[in-house]
Nanobody, 124 residues
Framework: QVQLVESGGGLVQAGGSLRLSCAAS????????MGWFRQAPGKEREFVAA???????YIGDSVKGRFTISRTNAKNTVFLQMNSLKPEDTAVYYCAAQVDYNNNVYTRSEYDNWGQGTQVTVSS
């Protein structure tokens, strides 16, 4: 098990940027695939982005071209850079982790470890 702590959420105007961070515990961070999901009120939790242990990245269609994901293994941290934010990006953003065994990064059930979430609110 790995513990995940997100930070960096907040209130921003449309068109602005935020960078979310997720710090992970443990010594095996480099072996994990790290994902970001989000959940808006009354909606399903949806995939946002993921990065494999080898560095391959995956970005959800609704945020492609605006969001990027990166990781720093030396600091056990994954980042989600969010640019050109829109009101529809408003949601609680969750960090997730799973040992990378070439699993399906888009499916939330593939992840065993979740953070507590951080709120992102984009005003129009």
């Amino acid at each position: 098990q790995v513990q995940l702590v997100e930070s960096g959420g907040g209130l921003v105007q449309a068109g602005g940027s935020l960078r979310l961070s997720c710090a992970a515990s443990g010594r095996t961070f480099r072996t994990y695939v790290m994902g970001w999901f989000r959940q808006a009120p009354g909606k399903e939790r949806e995939f946002v982005a993921a990065i494999r242990s080898g560095g391959n990245t995956y970005i959800g269609d609704s945020v492609k071209g605006r969001f990027t994901i990166s990781r720093t293994n030396a600091k056990n941290t994954v980042f989600l850079q969010m640019n050109s934010l829109k009101p529809e990006d408003t949601a609680v953003y969750y960090c997730a982790a799973q040992v990378d065994y070439n699993n399906n990064v888009y499916t939330r059930s593939e992840y065993d470890n979740w953070g507590q979430g951080t709120q992102v609110t984009v005003s129009s």
